[in-house]
């Protein structure tokens, strides 16, 4: 932090020459905020706060932005790879798990490679997110659950590693996490009764290292929270599919855990499920489980809690500096969490939310199920989702895409399970439910159907010191992307309409907006080359980068 | 200026629904409709009275095979393997309407059933309820309110006379008119096409497309009310008939 508030004073846009390649090393890594111009990580930084140092495009010029190339991808699939950039190259997916390597000033292609995933079952779309590089090593996560390695020169495959069966449902989607000399990953599968993990892989060779299931079994602590004596916790998914944070000082990782399986149907899994929609921290070198805090005991609404954890450094009034974790959660309240203990600190709801009333001392939500037929706030897809947050130091705000105003009815069923099938436990719209109010489907349809239960989407500053709502942007339709923030106090983000827009971090203030005609589902990135500033972002099936006019 | 907005209603669920035991729970447009539908197709085998059948007296309203709506309505639609009864192809307003009439035939009072006649109804539509001034069918009238050449398709007797009588109450969130205002106090209303954060399509009065930027609008509101006059004050239960009558025969290509 204190790096990185002294690059802000001085002002300076840092440039490494396109031709000074060099092997990302763990050191580069864990310091990455010294190299603004490139992006080293999923999130920017082990810190994941999608926030970048770099200050030329600023209120005062954001107006000169022009597109500068597009990359089309060949897949119709979603577009949601955030991609990395080291030294003028950059490297992304495409759905599903195609590897593109390119120069990332003039957006012409070096190499790709296009692995083809077998017997994947994705519950939601066949997409990637992006690559973790190490040494002359990228990696990827792949829909049928290897993990692949790549010569980052040639696009060569170093070694494959099966992670877990992608017949009986289980899938990867996120982008690793390289600690150290290991590369993490978690898997995918929350919708077809998986038992979920996160396994850390030596990054030379692709031997498994350690694995941390995320229900515990039998005789291990949090096993009792699956009660009843049956086989729940066998099934009980607990998915782990976005990009974990780092804490070097504590070599502590941070994953966020997705929704207990069935989905809808609590009670064939009574007690709080553990480690499901928890947030939990393990020891970076054996993934020992160190704490966990959990945002939805016994979950009946799929509210996955695998939100990036974003981690800073607060000053307190004492002089102390504070180690916090931000956290904007699918069940529609923002946490923040003591990273070191993990105790809570505090939690707020930032949009509707009539499934608890309140959080407890302890962050625990003070429950209030809605009558059968009526609309739960906020719906299955939540308040937020997987969507990238960004904090800025620079602000002090915490900044996350929302779904305003959003509800879906519940309808529980008896699921059963069967290897490689969908286990849902029900339905989330309304079959004769009399009087119910109707809802949109997922696709959302037309405008004119979009009534109240729809909802909007905004961008949300919350000021993490009360939990409040410093400003909000609001948008006609939801939105499925990320934000990032810059030294200079700009936002980027878009949204499901094709937009991609900036806007002052401050106050919400509309800067600047480019109509790119599809939808954003990832988060936009930010580097530099040759002494120029640019921003990437993929929307519909193009990969868009913008600079300064020339 | 009458502006009519015919969308479907309600109704069209509250008359499959299943266990409706008592006449007054089915749309008498339902009704009235089923018997013209009975009066063409059922009759050579269960005739006019419903017990033509040896041994089989439709007036009962309820049938063992069919306790609810929905099964009585996937009986006529599959017929009875193994009987007379045959397998017909029917359309969802032809179906709620038969399950209307034999759900009521027993108790209804003939002389209480207006049905209604489509030609008069097609008389009435280009007149005296003048449709056409925001309708369209079949490629004449205007295209500010919803298309009818297929509502005959796609919604039943019921929904149909809900629409005329109460369109507001039966307005369907799609058919929902919008309204701006520009910053020159140029008012367009019509029907919302698209919309995202920065700006607005439509189809205006005058059957144009517009692109606004909400920027360079005074005004947006998207009305909760329909536009179109509640017909029970224009026209006779006759006269509803007889519209309900036509637009039920308009099938588009299917015609």
Redesign the interface.
Known sequence: MIQRIALITLGVLLVVPQLAQAQVTAERLLNAADEPENWLTYSGGYDSQRHTLLDQIDASNVDDLELKFVHQAKSLQAFETSPLVVDGMMFFTEAPNTVVAMDAKLGRVFWTYQYTPVDSRPCCGSVNRGLAILGEHLFMATLDANLIALDMWSGEPVWMTDVADAATGYAMTLAPLVLKDKVVVGVAGGEYGVRGFIAAYEADTGEEAWRFYTIPGPGEPGHETWEGGGDAWEHGGAPVWLTGSYDPELNLTYWGIGNPGPDWNPEQRPGDNLYSDCVVALDADTGELKWYFQFTPNDDYDFDSVQIPVLIDYPAEDGTILKLMLWGNRNGFFYVLDREAGGFVSGTPYVDVNWAESLDDNGRPVETPQPAGSPTYPGIFGGTNWYSPSYSPSTGLFYLSAWESYGAIMEPAEAQYQAGRPFMGGRTRPT?VPGAP?LPGLGRG??????AEAGSGAVMAIDPRTGEEKWKF????VTTSGILTTASDLLFSG?R???FHALDATNGELLW?ATLGGMIANGPISYAIDGQQYVAVAAGNGLFVFGLRD | MVCLVLVASLGAQRSVQAGQEHLGQYAQADIQFGLRVYSTTCTTCHGATGDGVPGIDLRVGQFARAPSDQQLSRLIRTGIPGTAMPPGEYSEPELAGLVAYLRTMGTLDLGDVVVGDGERGQAIYNGQGDCARCHRVNGQGSRVAPDLSRVGANRTAGALESSLLDPTGSMFPINRPLRVVTQDGTVYTGRRLNEDTYTVQLMDQNDRLRSLEKSTLREYTLLTTSTMPEYGDILNAQEISDVVAYLLSLRGLED
């Open positions: 004769g109707r037309h405008v004119n159907n979009w009534t609001e948008m006609t339709d949204g309409e094709g937009y907006k």
